[in-house]
């Protein structure tokens, strides 16, 4: 049985503080995320226009 004067040290509930851990955790991943989308579609569309221009270079265009 705990003494009446003794500390708290584990027991205290700190809801909100948990709730800051998720949002700022979820803003996090958001950033991370939105970061690696952006990085990926400036690459892809690199990559597209020099393979636009190589068919366009070697006559290659039209229906296949």
């Known amino acids: 049985m705990r003494a009446v004067n003794e500390p708290k040290t ?8 948990v709730t800051v851990d998720w949002v700022v ?3 996090a ?3 991370i ?4 989308l952006a ?3 400036t690459g892809s569309h ?3 226009a020099n ?5 366009v270079d070697t006559g290659r265009t039209g229906a296949f």
Request: glycine share 18%; hydrophobic share 35%.
């Open 10 to 17: 584990c027991e205290d509930d700190r809801p909100g503080a």
């Open 25 to 27: 955790m979820t803003v």
């Open 29 to 31: 991943v958001l950033g």
């Open 33 to 36: 995320g939105i970061a690696v």
């Open 39 to 41: 990085s990926i579609s």
């Open 46 to 48: 690199g990559r597209s």
């Open 51 to 55: 393979g636009s221009d190589y068919l």
